[in-house]
């Protein structure tokens, strides 16, 4: 285990409690609550990444690239140099609807172009399309990471899909990270790995600027 090539989350604690970070490659899944900060995980993820040089895309879903990047920058985070210089694309599927078959097709081409890349989020495509499709999209996805190497993050909302969907696409990716909203706060727990152990407390979530994401 101590030599699997590992990648950061973005989050310092999460890479410990990962024992080291994301094993390459990887298809994580992100599934929780509304609220609980699974899309900052994400642009935390890209930010990081792209910030120390590697190709990164963002597949928008649930939002137009603009409303990402406001919110990427009301963390403090200098996103609009790092487009500029090529190291993060955002690819905006929230406007620009098209048939499924084409939607793949433009989304595997894009992987195959990058290093890194987020998905956000699995659980409108679900919704728009069908669960049959959105479940086969994250196959192909899985598949494009091992042919090249890649780690991706897939970001699904908890309740938007029938319970059969949730478990097949938590046994289909690599990584489950489940995220929830109590009363008393934010919550993250590591589900699974895969070729990893992992620490199996739980954690608060608390977001800042300039750090995002911080595990409590």
């Not at 950061?8 to 080291?20: P, Q, S, V």
């Not at 489940?178 to 934010?186: A, I, Q, Y």
């Amino acid at each position: 285990m101590k030599n699997l090539a590992r990648v950061t989350t973005g989050i310092e604690r999460l890479d410990e409690a990962l024992m080291g970070g994301i094993v390459t490659p990887s298809l994580v899944l992100l599934i929780g609550d509304i609220g609980t900060g699974k899309s900052v995980i994400c642009q935390q993820f890209i930010y990081k990444h792209a910030s120390i040089g590697t190709k990164c895309v963002y597949f928008c879903i649930d939002h137009q690239p603009e409303e990402i990047i406001e919110n990427m920058e009301s963390l403090e985070w200098n996103v609009k140099d790092l487009v500029k210089k090529g190291k993060i694309k955002f690819v905006n599927f929230f406007s620009d609807i098209q048939s499924f078959d084409s939607l793949k097709a433009d989304i595997l081409m894009e992987i195959s172009k990058c290093e890194r890349f987020v998905f956000d989020s699995i659980s409108s495509i679900a919704f728009l399309y069908s669960e049959k499709e959105a479940y086969d999209l994250i196959r192909k996805m899985k598949i494009e990471c091992w042919k090249k190497n890649r780690v991706g993050i897939i970001n699904a909302v908890r309740g938007m899909h029938s319970k059969a969907f949730e478990i097949a696409i938590q046994q289909v990716c690599c990584n489950v990270i489940s995220l929830e909203m109590r009363s008393d706060g934010r919550y993250l727990r590591i589900l699974k790995t895969l070729k990893t152990g992992h620490v199996t407390e739980e954690f608060g979530i608390d977001i800042e600027k300039l750090k995002g994401v911080n595990l409590l």
